[in-house]
């Protein structure tokens, strides 16, 4: 993941901007070095937070926000997933909406399987990412 360089473009030490976040040290590292099973949106959100508002400060050529910068949307696994989290949701509640179990969602979100039709067509009333 690219948290690592958002924070340091900040010159924040990992100590400094855990007590900004709210986080643990350990946990902004584990994020950093992708260290972690699954994102939490909660967790992503609370590290994301004190960047969204200095974003285009910090790189101003980048199109975008800072959602698409840390999850690229160029697949649609990426797009599904940059949706959920950007929502907070986790991916559990998402496969709940969608009808799935939470390891076809896991399978969609790093496309290793495509949705079906009725799925698809849930995900496009949903967001439209179709």
């Given at each position: 993941?690219?948290?690592?360089?958002?924070?340091?473009?900040?010159?924040?030490?990992?100590?400094?901007?855990?007590?900004?976040?709210?986080?643990?040290?350990?946990?902004?590292?584990?994020?950093?070095?992708?260290?972690?099973?699954?994102?939490?949106?909660?967790?992503l959100?609370?590290?994301?937070?004190?960047?969204?508002?200095?974003?285009?400060?910090?790189?101003?050529?980048?199109e975008?926000?800072?959602?698409?910068?840390?999850?690229?949307?160029?697949?649609?696994?990426?797009?599904?997933?940059?949706?959920?989290?950007?929502?907070?949701?986790?991916?559990?509640?998402?496969?709940?909406?969608?009808?799935?179990?939470?390891?076809?969602?896991q399978?969609?979100?790093?496309?290793q399987?495509?949705?079906?039709?009725?799925?698809?067509?849930?995900?496009?009333?949903?967001?439209?990412?179709?």
């Amino acid at each position: 993941m690219r948290l690592r360089y958002l924070r340091r473009r900040l010159h924040e030490p990992i100590t400094s901007y855990a007590t900004v976040a709210g986080l643990a040290h350990t946990t902004i590292s584990r994020l950093e070095r992708d260290k972690t099973k699954t994102i939490d949106p909660a967790i992503l959100g609370r590290y994301l937070s004190p960047l969204k508002d200095r974003f285009k400060e910090l790189f101003p050529e980048i199109e975008g926000d800072i959602y698409d910068f840390v999850i690229p949307p160029k697949t649609f696994g990426d797009r599904l997933r940059n949706h959920r989290l950007r929502r907070g949701m986790r991916q559990k509640k998402l496969a709940e909406v969608l009808g799935v179990a939470r390891f076809t969602l896991q399978r969609y979100e790093s496309n290793q399987s495509k949705p079906n039709g009725e799925i698809m067509r849930r995900i496009n009333l949903q967001w439209g990412l179709g």
